[in-house]
């Protein structure tokens, strides 16, 4: 159903495709897009781009593994020439955007091809992928059901087979959980390293850009592009995770609902010893204390930054996103100032409870994609809350910062997908990308 | 009067003088101070760290030019075994330190004997020096005026000769000012280059450590054991400020009220000019924009520090930290956090502006040491009202987090001191330390 950069790539190389050939079948699949996944298409440019591509192949110009891969973008992130309308009814008239946000514009140095822009949960602002001007995106594996969110047309367009690969942004979730509920490959970089500029902000110091693919190759490829400055990618080198050491974190919260989620990461994390990876359950006392820091610090930002736009606007919002917004009008600074410096504190404390691990392993959500529209969902026998069991088990990543990467677990046929997730303690990008590897490998 | 870590220094190798012997002369003189510089002695542990450099000495180990310097602490910044009092009665029963802060340790590491703790503003909160639990500090060169602050006895007890290097903390002016005030050079490094951990807060996003010293030279060789890895200081090379190119501020924000100090800082200037410097008139409109978002962040963060004591101690703060403190409780995040967005912005706009400028120069405040206790003061036929004229040149660069120094400006003998300021834009800290030598020099 999906397809990888490492077989589009070859094909693009080896001329078996054009760079045109790919992008017009891409614009066509969008075209016909039954998840709700697409925002604006952006042709002209994608065609005249796509054709660009193909003449300097014809003249044996090769600008690395993505040229000429087609990429779609969360519209929350500026393309030039494009609206970011942040899938709300605010921003219905927003001029184009006068550049592209780094991020994109090194995707397109390196060949890739924006071909348009994807849905996005309004604002960015929840893990659900339902609320938006557009209408709810649709889970490619059960369209009753929620895609995740917040970069939910970042993900459907990759599980949909549509795209190859996508960017996305993540605050506490919204590149890994629609990921891992869409049954694809998520990742969000350590923080700082891939640009926010010209990113709608949700919270200036959560809000990280992220990549999402079908498989972790695809990935590793595209980090590679984006972290190397000289652009040119290069041999994917995944040694295996031997000796790698594995913290399991262990206590009520990291505890998924759903059983079917508690076993498939009980399975990854046997397969990775079977692979050579050292496994240690650990306690992280912390989390209690750091995950409601979340809520003030994202919640006092985001407000800061709709202010203006609630006083000019507030017809446009949708209801949900209201009733977020509007009750942080009260935050103090004092509120806000002793989150962030708690932050700190606790981050440097979690920090030292995984002294000798290199990464942790964990689910990436406590339940599955659930029905659009659902606020809570009985889950192996209890009642769960939807948005706390989507946003948990990746947030504390934004807080810290570290790298976090959702990987598909192994499922039965005809079930919904389990994100598995990996996050580095001492472990970077590439190091999270590994462990995926052996994971999805298995 | 004051005496150079230069001579010092010479001394102490040569064997002149053992690092014993100039330690119990500085314990002599500070305690017989008349500036109220002193707050704490560490006399037992000073003479025996003295008594280990002599051995030291003895056997031909040198840790290099810091070795066997008697320093003072501002009495804000953590020394192992003494307590942290912040000039407040709100901390009397503070516990000893259990370590020093990371420059203290460094100090010591290079040779540094710390002698004790230093008269400062109450919590650091107040640019005069003269609200204190133990009273205010006195101007060596006038007892009935003010040192500046907070650094108030860093500053004093460099410009009465009891001490060749002192470490203070810089927020706003509280390094440059008293420096200023006080007629020595006091350094606050670029925002982050000296640890601020074990430093009571005033403002974590604009606290700064700085050193103060009686001349160029001294400040460049501290700098040089602080910013070298390997501590061992070594050659200051100052070759001269030809061809660096400095930005004058011009615009009434930059005026000083005191036509002395215009007159001394245009001198400075032409020295420059005269060096070899390019002199550029530069206007920076931003500043108007920016200078209202430090109350805004020092308050807020201040008020976040000492929320739970203001509940607890009210009645042992100074009323004048009180009427300082208190409005602040109601501050919104949203005030905060756009304070903050501000900052950056305007940072990288006054930056724009300085384009193809070196280092700035300017003076380092609007007047000159004020009487004690007053609140306003007559200068130059105007009404002045001191607080705002002490902290409105040193702040702008807190919140762009540049190194700056101040460093006595030329006067008739007898005048009241004047500090010139040198903000480096492109400078680093040895940058605007060479510009200062040639102010000097001159």
Known sequence: MTFSIRDLSLDLRSGELSPTEHVRDVLDRLRGDTTNAVVTLDEERALADAAARTEELGRGEWRGPLHGVAVGVKDIIDVEGLPTRCGSAVLADAAPAEADNPVVARLREAGAVVVGKLHTHEFAYGPTGDVSVSGPARNPHDPTRITGGSSSGSAAAVAAGHLALTLGTDTGASVRVPAALCGVVGLK????????????????????????????????????????PDGTGGGIQQPGVSGVRIGVPTGPYWEAADPVIVETTRDAVARLEKAGAQITEIEIPAIDELAPLYFTIVNAEAYATHRDLLAARRADYQPATLERLEPNANLTATEYIDAQRARVRLTAEIRTACDGIDALVLPTTRVRATPIGAESVEVGGRDVTVRPALLALTLPFNLTGWPAVSVPGRVDQGELPVGVQIAGVRLEERGVLRVAAAIERS
């Open 189 to 228: 970089p350590t923080r700082g390293r891939l640009s926010t500029e010209r990113v709608f902000p949700l919270s200036d110091t959560c809000d990280h850009v992220g990549v999402l693919t079908a498989d972790v190759h695809g990935a590793s490829v595209v980090w590679d592009v984006l972290a190397r």
